[in-house]
């Protein structure tokens, strides 16, 4: 072993080590590779000038038009939780499905897969659903076990679901990674992975694993009884319905559709999204009164205007002087005014600033988490350990599958000790880069690793999940009976991963009819 392999096994052990620790992750990952070099380079073992790239590579991130979606994402799916519209949905549905052991688990699992497009906040949904649905399927016979699980579980569809947070960081580093492993291999104009790739790839995914968890609920509940008396569908009138569905669904439908149908960018839509929640909380949180409802569809329907300009080729700044630059202009002011009087009325009932605060301190975890992983990936390079990585990698048994599923177990079982954000600027940059040099579609190995990452919010002792859900859930549920409740749900994750691994058109299908 040489002195530069030796040390970047130091610096591997003291990463790991320094996350275990309990201090800040991102103070870890910069801070132990920083420190390893400096001291790599009293002995010869490590080049300094690697670390004159540093200052380029942060402004890169704080300059990348996709990253400026993430906290845009987090205040979308932050103010929707808050304003308890979700809330409202989830007692719609356990009305519809009846209060059977069955209809709630479903009720609760259906809920999860639609907020989980709306959200995509793993904290926020485990703990509304602990506090909102684990006292009605406890009174309803639901065993605690199972109702950990399912609460558990559902939590974290968000991840897999489009428009992710997950996918959109993924998306930044696999489009990267794979256009470098690319022109190293020879191919000198790949084609370029967006995020639109991976969300159009991750849709057919999300819809299985919400089967899949679907027919293990009936399966699991198959026998169980009501322990209350009222077990049966009650008649919820239509214009309730579609009061509380309607509008989460359009606007889910308008993000994503803008993404996938090639009218807006990934950050575009992003915005609409934070817009359109804005607009939506403020609607529903009552006392607004004829005039405010006025100027808040005024708002909406200005919106739409403007999707459909665009839609239509329309671009505002080369056509402010035709007819429909001036309905671009008078939309732009119908949408300012909505976003104005419905953040006065969150701001007023204690929803916006709240909203605000969490957005920056989640998105500030996020976005030091990748500024250090910059410092992690020029110090693991200046030792060699790109190169010693492809070297091992192509010693792997069986070739290109072998070295795939040794990436995906590594991902597995770093789930037990990290969170899915350091894993993807760990693991993407350091072991992702020979997998993509391959012909694998890097829009399957994306949805796979996305798939393989859910799983880290589900595994003990440091599944994020299981720690949110603890918080809300009563003394009687003990700890280790919340670990043996998500064991199923690993291991139904893990099929629908050998599954995709098995058939891969079902990820690489729908962005293949939409983009290629």
């Not at 793993?122 to 399912?150: C, D, E, H, N, Y």
């Not at 500024?371 to 060699?384: N, P």
């Not at 037990?416 to 993807?424: D, H, N, P, Y």
């Amino acid at each position: 072993m040489t002195l530069s392999e030796l040390f970047l096994c130091l610096m591997l052990v003291g990463l790991f080590a320094g996350i275990l620790s309990g201090i800040p992750a991102m103070l870890a990952i910069a801070g132990v590779p920083f420190v390893v070099a400096v001291i790599a380079s009293l002995f010869g073992a490590f080049d300094l000038s690697f670390l004159d790239f540093f200052p380029s590579r942060v402004w890169g991130v704080m300059s990348n038009t996709l990253l400026m979606s993430v906290p845009l994402f987090i205040l979308m799916g932050v103010v929707l939780e808050r304003s308890q519209l979700a809330e409202r949905m989830l007692e719609v549905l356990r009305e519809m499905l009846g209060a059977s052991p069955r209809g709630l688990a479903l009720s609760v699992l259906l809920f999860s897969a639609l907020i989980a497009a709306s959200t995509g906040i793993v904290g926020a949904t485990v703990v509304m659903l602990g506090l909102v649905s684990l006292p009605a399927m406890l009174q309803a016979g639901v065993s605690p076990r199972v109702s950990s699980g399912i609460i558990c579980a559902s939590g974290t569809l968000g991840q897999i679901i489009p428009p992710s947070i997950l996918l959109v960081l993924l998306g930044d580093q696999i489009g990267n990674t794979y256009l470098e492993a690319q022109q190293k291999a020879g191919n000198f104009a790949p084609d370029a992975v967006s995020v639109g790739d991976l969300f159009a790839g991750a849709l057919l995914p999300g819809l299985l694993l919400v089967g899949l968890y679907g027919i293990y609920i009936l399966f699991t509940l198959r026998g169980a009884h009501a322990a209350i008396d009222d077990t049966g569908r009650k008649r919820v009138p239509l214009s309730r319905i579609l009061g509380v569905f309607l509008p989460p669904l359009l606007l889910i439908l308008a993000v994503l559709g803008s993404i996938l149908g090639g009218v807006a960018t990934t950050t575009e839509a992003a915005g609409l999204g934070a817009v359109g929640t804005i607009l939506l909380a403020g609607y529903t949180r009552g006392g607004v009164g004829r005039a405010g409802r006025g100027v808040i569809l005024s708002a909406v329907v200005a919106g739409g205007v403007l999707v459909l300009l665009r839609a239509f080729g329309f671009v505002p700044p080369s056509g402010l002087g035709t007819p429909a630059g001036f309905v671009a202009l008078l939309a732009a002011a119908l949408i300012a005014a909505g976003v104005v009087f419905s953040g006065w009325r969150l701001m007023r009932t204690d929803v916006l600033v709240p909203a605000v605060i969490d957005t920056l301190r989640i998105s500030g975890m996020v976005f030091g988490i990748v500024i250090a992983a910059s410092m992690l990936s020029l110090v693991f390079r200046g030792f060699g350990g790109d190169e010693l990585v492809a070297g091992f990698l192509e010693q792997v048994p069986g070739g290109k599958w072998g070295a795939l599923a040794l990436v995906m177990v590594v991902v597995f079982f770093l789930g037990f000790i990290l969170e899915a954000v350091e894993i993807i600027y760990i693991v993407v940059p350091l072991l992702g880069a020979p997998i993509l040099a391959t012909d694998f579609s890097p829009v399957w190995f994306a949805v796979l690793l996305a798939m393989n990452l859910q799983t880290s919010f589900l595994t003990p002792p440091f599944g994020f999940a299981l720690f949110y859900y603890r918080s809300v859930a009563p003394r009687s549920i003990t700890t280790m009976e919340i670990y043996r409740s998500v064991i199923p749900f690993v291991a139904i994750q893990l099929v629908a991963l050998a599954l995709l691994i098995t058939f891969p058109a079902v990820v690489t299908w729908l962005p293949d009819m939409l983009f290629r």
